[in-house]
C-alpha cells in the first residue's frame, strides 16, 4: 500500500509540476501581460466611431433601429518575435489579450478638402490610419512601409495636423489630407499621453519626467516643465492653463506660455486620467479612488469625493455635473453643490476607457467590446455590440 | 475590481517589497529582481531545506525499501507494514518532501507575477500596478522601472536568459532526481528532469526577461543550497574531473537520524553493495554513464552495474 502511495506521490509531483508551469503562464498572461486597449467613443454626426477589441475601427449609425453597426478592415499587427511585449504585436497568444491590435486612442475626426469628412485612429501596432467617415475605406497610412512603436496616444487633430505621442518618445505631426510626416519632435522617454493642442502649441507629458510645450507649425521646443516621476496623463489646456497629473501624486497647474508653476496639488497615489473642468473647479481623478474638486485659480480643494474605486476613465461632463466610472463598475455624478457622488449606474464592466457624451446620454466602450450608453437623469441602459454574435 | 484575498496577503506586500528595493536600489529593476528573489529564497530556506533533508532520506532509504520489496514481493499487507515501520524508526516522512515544497508554491507565484505587474509592460499593467500600492510605496514608485540591465532588456524575451534557465533548471533537477529502482517512478523522474526545463526555457523566450532572470537566480540558489545539503547528488561531473565521478555518500550535518540510515549498509557483510565501495563505484569501466540514463527500462536483471547493484542489495 506504502508503494502505491510513493508512487503516486510521485505523480503529484509530476502533475504539480506542469500545474505550476500551468498557472505561471496563465496568471502572467491574464493579469496584464497582454494588451487589449481602451479606445474611447467618438461622436459625430450622428454617429459613434471607436476601436473595437478585434483591433479595428466602428462607426455605429445611431439613425437606424436597431443602430447599424458598421467595422472597416482589421488593423495588421506588426511584425514581432515577442508575444508578451511591448513590441506591438496583435496581442500575442496568451490568455485575455485581445484577438486583434490593441487600440488605446479614442478615434478622431477631421473636414479635409475635397475627401471629406476622415476619421483617424492610431494602433498597438504602430501605425496611424485615415478612414473615409461614411464609408470606412481607409485613405492613407502612417508609415506606409513598417511599423512605428507601440502608439498609446489619442491623436490630437488641429487645423491641417494632427499629432499623436509614440512609445518611441517622439511626438508626431502629420497632414490630415496625405498622412505626410510634417515633424516630430524627440523627448527622453515614451509617450502614452495624448497631446493638447491649444494657442498654436502643442502639449505633451513623457516618461522622462517632463511636460512638453511644442510649436504647432514646426515642432520647435517653447518649453519644458520637469516633474518627479513618469508622466502618463494627458493635460486639459483652459483658458492659458495647462493643468496636468503626474505619477509623482501631483496635479500641476501651469502657465502655457512660460511654463512655469502657478501650483501644485498632491493627491494620494498616481493621477492617471484627463481632468475636467466645471463652474471654476478643476475635476482630477486620483487613483486613490477619490476625485479631487480643485479651484482652478488658487489649487484649493474645495472638495473630495469618494467614488469607491479607482476612477482610470477621463470623466466628461454632462447637464453641469461631472460624470466618472470607476474601475469597480459605477457611474457616478458629482457636482460643485454636493460633497457626495450621485449613483447613476451600477455597470457589469470595470471602466478604463475615456468617456464621452452626447444628449444627455454617456457611452463607454466596454471591456467586452460593447459600446453602452446610460441616460444621466434616469440611468436607463442601452448597448451595442461592436462584434456581431 | 478589488484585491482579492491572495492579492492583499502574498501579492501586495512581495510588489511593495518591490517598489521600496528598486527605489533603494537605483531603480535598477535586474539588481531588484535579484536581491529580492534571494531574500525571499532566503526566508524560505528552512522549509526549502526540511524538503531536502526529506528528500534526502527517502533516497537513503531506497536500498532498504528494495529489499523489503524483493522480501515481501508477495504479501503487499505485509509489505506495507515493514515500510511503515521503517519510515517509523527512520523518521522519515514520505510527504515530508512535498509539503515544504506546497507551502513554498504560491510565493513562488506571487513573485513571479509581482516582477510581471511592475515590469508594466503595457499600460493596462501600469494601471494595474498601482492598485497594488501601500501609502507609503506610492512615492518610492519610480516607475515605469528601468528595464536595462547588464545591457539586456528585461521587458522582452532573451535567447540567453532562456538557455541559461533551461541549464540551470536541468542542473538543480539533475542533482535533486534520486536513483530509483521501479520503473515508473524513474519514468517519472526522466520526464520531470527534461519536461522542466524545456518548458520554462519556452516560457523564458515568451515571456519578459525578467522572469527568466528571477528563475536564473532561483535556480542558482537552489543548486547551491542542494550541493550543501546533498552534493552533486545524480549530477555526473566526469567531463569536469576528467575521471569517474566522485560518488562519495552524501553528507548531511544535521539530519542524525539519516547518517545513521547511510551508516547501516556500511556495516553489511563482503559483497553487499555498500559494504565498502559505494553505489556507484561499479561505473568505473570509463564510460561513466549516467543512472538516470539507464533507468527507463527498469529491468533488474540489466547489465547495468548500478542495475546490478540494486538487484544485489
Not at chain 2, 60 to 83: I, V
Amino acid at each position: 500500500m506504502k508503494l502505491i502511495k510513493r508512487r503516486a506521490f510521485s505523480r503529484i509531483a509530476v502533475i504539480l509540476c506542469v500545474a505550476i508551469g500551468s498557472v505561471l503562464l496563465l496568471t502572467g498572461c491574464v493579469r496584464g501581460m497582454s494588451p487589449i486597449g481602451w479606445s474611447g467613443v467618438l461622436i459625430a454626426d450622428g454617429s459613434l466611431y471607436t476601436g473595437s477589441k478585434e483591433g479595428r475601427l466602428v462607426s455605429v449609425d445611431r439613425g437606424t433601429n436597431p443602430p447599424s453597426v458598421k467595422p472597416a478592415e482589421p488593423l495588421r499587427a506588426a511584425p514581432s518575435g515577442s508575444t508578451c511585449s511591448t513590441t506591438g504585436g496583435s496581442g500575442g497568444t496568451c490568455g485575455g489579450s485581445a484577438p486583434g491590435v490593441a487600440i488605446y486612442g479614442t478615434p478622431a475626426m477631421a473636414n479635409v478638402a475635397v475627401l471629406g469628412d476622415l476619421i483617424y485612429i492610431a494602433g498597438y501596432n504602430g501605425k496611424v490610419f485615415a478612414y473615409e467617415a461614411k464609408t470606412l475605406q481607409q485613405r492613407w497610412v502612417y508609415p506606409v512601409e513598417g511599423n512605428l512603436a507601440p502608439i498609446v496616444s489619442t491623436i490630437a487633430v488641429s487645423g491641417e495636423m494632427l499629432y499623436f505621442g509614440c512609445t518611441d518618445s517622439n511626438l508626431y505631426a502629420l497632414d490630415t489630407a496625405t498622412g505626410n510626416l510634417e515633424w516630430k519632435f524627440a523627448t527622453g522617454g515614451e509617450i502614452w499621453s495624448s497631446p493638447v493642442v491649444d494657442n498654436n502649441s502643442v502639449f505633451i507629458s513623457s516618461f522622462d519626467k517632463k511636460i512638453y510645450a511644442v510649436d504647432a507649425a514646426t515642432g520647435a521646443k517653447k518649453w519644458e516643465f520637469s516633474t518627479t516621476a513618469t508622466n502618463v496623463a494627458t493635460p486639459l489646456a483652459l483658458d492659458g492653463v495647462l493643468y496636468v497629473g503626474s505619477l509623482d501624486r501631483n496635479l500641476y497647474a501651469i502657465d502655457e506660455t512660460n511654463g512655469q508653476q502657478i501650483w501644485k496639488f498632491t493627491g494620494g497615489n498616481w493621477f492617471w486620467a484627463r481632468p475636467v473642468a466645471l463652474n471654476g473647479l478643476i475635476f482630477a481623478p486620483n487613483l486613490d479612488s477619490k476625485v479631487y474638486a480643485i479651484n482652478a485659480r488658487t489649487g484649493a480643494v474645495q472638495t473630495q469625493f469618494d467614488c469607491g474605486g479607482q476612477v482610470a476613465s477621463w470623466p466628461v461632463v454632462v447637464n453641469n455635473e461631472v460624470v466618472v466610472a470607476t474601475q469597480n463598475g459605477k457611474l457616478l455624478g458629482l457636482s460643485a453643490n454636493s460633497t457626495t457622488p450621485r449613483s447613476i449606474a451600477a455597470i457589469a464592466n470595470n471602466v478604463v476607457a475615456p468617456l464621452s457624451a452626447d444628449a444627455g446620454v454617456v457611452y463607454i466602450n466596454g471591456p467586452d467590446n460593447v459600446i453602452y450608453g446610460f441616460d444621466v437623469i434616469t440611468g436607463a441602459q442601452t448597448s451595442i455590440a461592436l462584434q456581431p454574435k | 475590481m478589488n484585491l482579492g484575498p491572495w492579492d492583499i496577503i502574498i501579492l501586495q506586500p512581495i510588489i511593495n517589497v518591490l517598489i521600496a528595493l528598486s527605489h533603494f536600489l537605483f531603480n535598477n529593476f535586474g539588481l531588484t529582481i535579484i536581491v529580492l528573489t534571494l531574500i525571499i529564497r532566503f526566508i524560505l530556506l528552512p522549509l526549502t531545506m526540511r524538503q531536502l533533508r526529506a528528500t534526502k532520506a527517502m533516497s537513503s532509504l531506497q536500498p532498504k525499501l528494495q529489499e523489503l520489496q524483493k522480501k515481501y514481493a508477495r504479501d503487499k499487507q505485509k509489505l506495507a507494514q515493514e515500510q511503515m515501520q521503517l519510515y517509523k524508526e527512520s523518521g522519515v516522512n514520505p510527504i515530508g518532501c512535498a509539503i515544504p515544497m506546497i507551502i513554498q508554491f504560491p510565493i513562488w507565484i506571487a513573485l513571479y507575477q509581482a516582477i510581471i505587474l511592475a515590469l508594466a509592460v503595457n499600460p493596462e499593467a501600469l494601471l494595474n500596478l498601482s492598485r497594488y500600492f501601500y501609502g507609503w510605496a506610492a512615492p518610492l514608485a519610480n516607475l515605469p522601472l528601468s528595464n536595462s540591465f547588464l545591457g539586456l532588456n528585461l521587458a522582452t524575451g532573451n535567447i540567453f536568459l532562456a538557455v541559461l534557465v533551461g541549464v540551470t533548471m536541468w542542473v538543480q533537477q539533475k542533482m535533486v532526481t534520486s536513483a530509483s529502482q521501479d520503473p515508473r517512478t524513474a519514468q517519472q523522474s526522466q520526464l520531470m528532469l527534461w519536461m522542466m526545463p524545456i518548458m520554462f526555457t519556452f516560457f523564458s523566450i515568451s515571456f519578459p526577461s525578467g522572469l527568466a532572470l528571477y528563475w536564473v537566480i532561483s535556480n542558482i540558489f537552489s543548486i547551491v543550497v542542494q550541493y550543501f545539503v546533498t552534493g552533486w547528488g545524480e549530477l555526473n561531473l566526469n567531463f569536469l574531473k576528467g575521471r569517474p565521478k566522485d560518488t562519495a555518500p552524501i553528507k548531511d550535518k544535521k539530519g542524525k537520524k539519516y547518517s545513521e540510515l547511510e551508516q547501516t549498509p556500511k556495516k553489511a557483510p563482503s559483497g553487499s553493495p555498500t559494504a565498502s565501495k559505494s553505489p556507484q563505484e561499479g561505473l568505473s569501466d570509463g564510460k561513466s554513464r549516467d543512472i538516470s540514463q539507464d533507468r527507463g527500462g527498469g529491468d533488474s536483471k540489466s547489465s547495468n552495474p548500478i542495475k546490478r547493484w540494486f538487484g544485489r542489495s
